[in-house]
């Protein structure tokens, strides 16, 4: 059976924007910061993504988890992406940087030459690019435990998209929570014949293996109950004729006060970006060494 996130009733000022506009503000917040690199507009997208978090009165022992995935890919992305290799960069830093640090060495035996240059403007792009992706992070990543589960397949319905598209987004949103049950059902009855997860040991390939137990359950259980729900669709003629949905919502003024305020949002990011040329990549002048 698919379960769905850790959603209750808060009675917060979230809860009572229609989810269509809510997804349609997550949306364009997402195309507006992206037209920015500069750290003083996304200061003002990162401002605004928290009080928008803060609206939904969600505990953040409950979206811990979710925080600590992106910490770590946000890490990844930082150090590896931009610390180290300086691609994630390139083409946004100007040509004329500030090196912070310069290490060349040669790696034994072979001679092979490898040099780590550090710049201050570096640094600086690795800020706004945590400025960015956590803006992005907090908006997005609340709407599972802030959203009413039952109104996942009217909300996309509403947004345009057809039946079978609707009804796959709503699928797609029980999906990593049932995957999480099964996985927990499944180590729970390994443990119980004995198998010990933590005593998981040896090289890469040994360490797969051990894990196989765990791995292969889920997965064909994942594959299993997607073969159910299909074959209980088809049963049911999905998608032959236009469908009926369940729970129905209306826009209300506050809905319109969050489209207008959208829309303009939106439009203010295009013309600053595109005409005016503003939100390219910035770097404070007292940081710049003499």
């Excluded at 920015?36 to 803060?54: C, I, K, N, P, T």
């Excluded at 397949?153 to 797609?172: C, E, H, I, N, S």
């Excluded at 299909?230 to 919502?249: H, Q, S, V, Y």
Aim: glycine share 8%; charged share 15%; with cysteine.
């Amino acid at each position: 059976m698919l379960v769905t996130w850790q959603y209750r009733i808060r009675n917060s000022l979230m809860e009572t924007f229609d989810p269509r506009a809510r997804w349609i503000f997550s949306l364009i917040f997402l195309v507006s910061i992206s037209f920015f690199w500069d750290v003083r507009f996304l200061a003002g997208f990162f401002v605004l993504a928290f009080l928008w978090y803060g609206s939904a009165r969600v505990p953040l022992k409950e979206t811990k988890r979710a925080w600590i995935l992106i910490s770590f890919l946000l890490f990844m992305m930082i150090f590896i992406g931009t610390i180290i290799t300086g691609g994630g960069a390139a083409g946004i830093l100007p040509e004329n940087t500030h090196p912070l640090v310069i290490w060349n060495w040669t790696v034994p035996l072979t001679g092979w030459p490898i040099m780590f240059r550090l710049t201050y403007e570096r640094l600086w792009f690795a800020l706004a690019q945590i400025l960015r992706v956590t803006a992005i992070s907090a908006v997005f990543i609340i709407i599972p435990y802030s959203m009413d589960p039952r109104l996942y397949g009217f909300t996309f319905k509403g947004l345009g998209l057809p039946d079978r598209v609707a009804y796959a987004m709503d699928l797609a949103f029980r999906y990593v929570p049932t995957l999480a049950r099964d996985f927990g059902v499944t180590l729970d009855a390994q443990r119980a014949r004995g198998y010990e997860i933590e005593r998981v040991e040896g090289g890469l390939i040994s360490q797969i293996a051990k894990v196989a137990p765990l791995i292969v359950p889920v997965t064909m259980n994942s594959i299993i109950g997607g073969e159910d729900v299909t074959n209980a669709m088809d049963l049911r003629c999905f998608g032959i004729k236009p469908r009926t949905w369940l729970e129905k919502t209306d826009f209300r003024q506050r809905d319109i006060v969050l489209l207008v305020f959208t829309g303009v949002m939106l439009i203010a990011s295009i013309i600053l970006s595109v005409v005016f040329h503003f939100g390219t990549f910035w770097m404070p002048a007292w940081l710049i060494p003499g």
